[in-house]
């Protein structure tokens, strides 16, 4: 398995990346300073084979075959952000998953997709976890529902609504994790038209984390970045998983 250097800081990205099912007006009471972790992949240096790491969450709902299908069929690696509630709902996705691990990463995305904020906190009107122990049930649960459907531990942790408070991101490193952020919002929280999924994906540069969201099979942002995985493999981009990067690099968040 190839291992690549990762790079990434703790850096304010613009909202609605992780804004699915939630209203686009950030709402935050009585909250402490929210962190979006940045995160991208060492580049390639080879401007006709860029790097790339596709990075899906599966929050909730159902599963969106536009983009699992051409997954599969196209034989592109990809990171899955699963939660607790997912996996019981979805299991013929988890089925495929589980036949084709040569291609799918399935990391933790939490037990019920709460953000994980140790703090009473509104996030896109969905409640934050509140304090170190509902955090943790956040992240254990996640994990626990993983090892019951079949999937090895995971080793990466990406909060509901990618957003978390600094103590809550050493709490989760403390567990064992590292913080999956990213460098590129491909569907804007699944909340953006095909044309402009597409187009943002399609334009990923070489080093780039993508984060889009494949449980939302009745928005047109799923249609959009289906076109773009396959615009991405004709464009010649070397697609890679978190866990092929170099388990001993830092990934030089700085909380
Ligand atoms: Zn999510």
């Not at 459907?149 to 978390?164: C, D, I, L, Q, V």
């Not at 038209?193 to 984060?211: L, N, P, T």
């Not at 076109?227 to 991405?232: K, S």
Request: overall charge positive.
């Amino acid at each position: 398995m190839r291992r690549f250097l990762l790079f990434a800081c703790l850096v304010l990205l613009p909202p609605a990346a992780g804004a699915e099912n939630m209203p686009a007006r950030q709402n935050i009471v009585n909250a402490p300073k929210l962190v979006e972790p940045h995160l991208s992949v060492s580049r390639s240096g080879n401007a006709s084979r860029p790097r790339v790491a596709l990075t899906f969450d599966a929050c909730m709902g159902q599963a969106d075959e536009r983009i699992l299908s051409v997954l599969v069929r196209e034989r592109i690696p990809a990171t899955i952000f699963v939660t607790a509630r997912w996996l019981k709902k979805n299991p013929q996705a988890v089925a495929v998953f589980l036949q084709n691990l040569d291609l799918f990463e399935i990391e933790n995305h939490g037990r019920n997709h709460v953000p994980a904020v140790d703090a009473p906190a509104l996030i896109y009107g969905i409640a934050a976890a509140g304090s170190a122990e509902a955090v943790r049930q956040e992240v254990a649960g996640g994990a626990e529902a993983m090892l019951a459907a079949g999937f090895a531990a995971p080793r990466w942790f990406r909060g509901s609504t990618a957003k978390y408070d600094p103590s809550a991101i050493r709490q989760i490193r403390d567990m064992g994790y590292r913080i999956a952020g990213y460098s590129l919002n491909g569907d804007g929280g699944s909340l953006l038209g095909a044309a402009v999924s597409e187009k943002r994906i399609a334009a990923a540069k070489d080093g780039d984390v993508v984060i889009a969201h494949i449980n939302q099979p009745t928005h047109a942002a799923g249609e959009g970045v289906a076109r773009a995985l396959l615009a991405l493999k004709r464009r010649g981009v070397e697609f890679t998983r978190l866990a092929d990067v170099d388990d001993l690099g830092d990934d030089g968040t700085t909380q």
